[in-house]
């Protein structure tokens, strides 16, 4: 046996899923490569059973047979297992061998060990629960799991029409090709798939809309049979076969909240074939300084409440720093006109197809805007989009893009930041400088969503020839959903403080328990577009 890839050999594999049970006789082979467990059913090993690390269970079940189970979602009410196989060895030392490998299999990455009443198991946790904390992945996919979230999704006909037109016009990409649906909610983007001649889909979801995804699917009879649900995470689920091709919509506000690109790459490496697609394959961040006296004028009266003296007989005042200082940390989520922005916008490009998971545990932006009329500076306007690179598209060089119109605006309150300084340019930092100016979505170990996004954004101002350094800190938590019609500005220096405008106050967002937000909001119809 050597010892980095043990290899066994098998008399017989039988395959539980299959209905009735499929029995592959030998001889044949196991291997264990880590962190992958891989019988091959056939001699040239062109097909193989895999169990990862994360999810495996092994269990005797006599002296030369054994039980091998993958563990289904957590998140399913009942314990479930998504693949399971017996293995019949050729005699008891061989048996014992792979027993006794299976365990040292374990000890190097488990992080769990446990004993079934059964037979000796180790189960470890999957990346993802080592990542995200249980109850926050229990209320992210608690949302997911209900049909009114998915029906907000689907109604978005921005980001649903973009992604019909993206796989429709793009059919050369997905006939006769394996597609993973990773993330597929309602299965919606699985159909599409099957709908432009994809060989098969495998749409993995790990929430309870798994169940209302294959009812769908089932509702569908003539793309249903190249399509099948998977109830589990990408980062546990075993798949028979690899992707040719990976759909997803992993977006959350400002591309990055939700930590679920962080699964799309995990996807891609687990499943996808050298030099696959992606279905997103690029997504960008763009940031520009706004300024928008009516939106400073009204974020700064939403705390003038706390400015009573006499409020029933008691006194507010002592709150109302708080509450100001409170307000002029959520970011402001509406629709803008561009000339609202006064410096050229930096984008910032995540490329799916290469970018490794840990890199999107940090994202740092450099920022070095220059700012292209003198004005007042109220704070930093951010938006995203996402590319299709498709076959034919790449054809016309023309990659089909889905843009956000939602775009959020982090208003820099007094004293903090840009709002009381009269900004001729923004210089950028000399290189080597110990102080950095950067968008720092900062990671939120253990959650799925409360993401803090922007973190320490230092602006240098030259004001009189002196360098001026601003910071703040402002997060993602708890937007401000301002859903007005974008104002037609004349100029940035034509607003008048003081007048407010006429927003519909809008709170669509819906809060977890805690109280904070991760989720996807439906984007306002008259979003300004802005490339
Ligand atoms: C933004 S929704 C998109 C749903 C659907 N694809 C669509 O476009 O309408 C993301 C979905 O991915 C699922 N999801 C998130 N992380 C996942 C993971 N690690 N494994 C499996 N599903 C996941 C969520 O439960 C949710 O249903």
């Known amino acids: 046996m050597e010892s980095n890839n043990p290899s066994f050999t098998l008399v017989s594999i039988s395959l539980l899923e299959s209905n009735p049970v499929k029995i592959v006789t030998g001889p044949l082979s196991a291997n264990f490569r880590s962190p992958e467990l891989h019988f091959f059913l056939e ?246 300084p706004f300024s928008d006296e009516y939106l400073y004028v009204e974020i700064a009266n939403k705390a003038l409440f706390w400015q009573q003296q006499n409020y029933y007989g008691v006194d507010l005042t002592a709150l109302h720093g708080t509450a100001f200082h409170g307000y002029f940390s959520q970011p402001v989520v509406d629709a803008f006109d561009p000339r609202l922005l006064v410096a050229p916008a930096i984008s910032h490009v995540i490329d799916f197809s290469t970018v490794k998971e840990e890199d999107l545990y940090e994202i740092k932006i450099p920022l070095k805007f220059t700012a292209s009329v003198g004005t007042r500076i109220h704070g930093l306007a951010c938006w995203f989009d996402v590319l299709f690179n498709g076959r034919l598209l790449d054809a016309s060089h023309k990659p089909s893009l889905l843009s956000f119109a939602q775009q959020q605006r982090y208003p820099i309150p007094p004293g903090q930041g840009m709002g009381e300084v009269i900004c001729r340019q923004i210089i950028p930092l000399p290189l080597g400088k110990p102080t950095v100016r950067r968008l720092l979505p900062g990671r939120s170990p253990a959650k799925r969503k409360t993401l803090l996004l922007l973190q320490d954004v230092i602006f240098v101002l030259e004001q009189g020839g002196i360098l001026q350094t601003s910071s703040c800190r402002l997060d993602l938590k708890e937007p401000y959903y301002r859903m007005s019609q974008p104002q037609a500005y004349s100029s940035s220096q034509d607003q008048q403080p003081n007048q407010l405008l006429q927003s519909q106050d809008l709170q669509l967002s819906s809060l977890d328990e805690d109280g904070s937000d991760f989720i996807q909001q439906p984007i306002n119809d008259s979003g300004v577009q802005i490339h």
């Open 43 to 288: 001699p040239d090993g062109q097909h193989s059973i895999t169990f990862h690390i994360s999810n495996t269970q092994l269990y005797r079940l006599g002296e030369v047979q054994s039980l091998c189970v993958s563990e289904g979602s957590e998140t399913t009410k009942e314990k479930t297992y998504s693949k399971g196989i017996t293995i019949q060895f050729k005699d008891e030392e061989e048996s014992s061998s792979f027993h006794g490998a299976f365990e040292l299999w374990k000890k190097e990455v488990v992080i769990q060990g446990s004993s079934l009443a059964n037979g000796t198991v180790s189960s470890s946790k999957s990346k993802f629960d080592d990542k995200i904390e249980a109850s926050s992945a229990k209320m992210y996919f608690h949302y997911y799991g209900q049909l009114l979230h998915q029906q907000n999704m689907m109604q978005d006909y921005v980001r649903t029409g973009s992604y019909y037109a993206a796989v429709i016009e793009n059919q050369v990409d997905f006939a006769g090709r394996v597609v993973v649906d990773v993330g597929a909610g309602s299965g919606i983007l699985s159909l599409f798939a099957a709908q432009a001649g994809a060989k098969h889909v495998y749409a993995v979801e790990a929430s309870e809309m798994a169940d209302y995804a294959q009812k769908l699917i089932a509702g569908n009879p003539l793309l249903a049979q190249r399509i099948t649900v998977i109830k589990g995470k990408v980062e546990d689920v075993e798949l028979p076969e690899k992707a040719d091709i990976l759909i997803s919509e992993p977006m959350g506000t400002l591309l990055v909240n939700e930590r679920m690109l962080e699964s799309y790459v995990i996807a891609r490496d687990r499943f996808l074939v050298p030099n696959g697609k992606m279905f997103p394959s690029v997504g960008r961040i763009h940031m520009a």
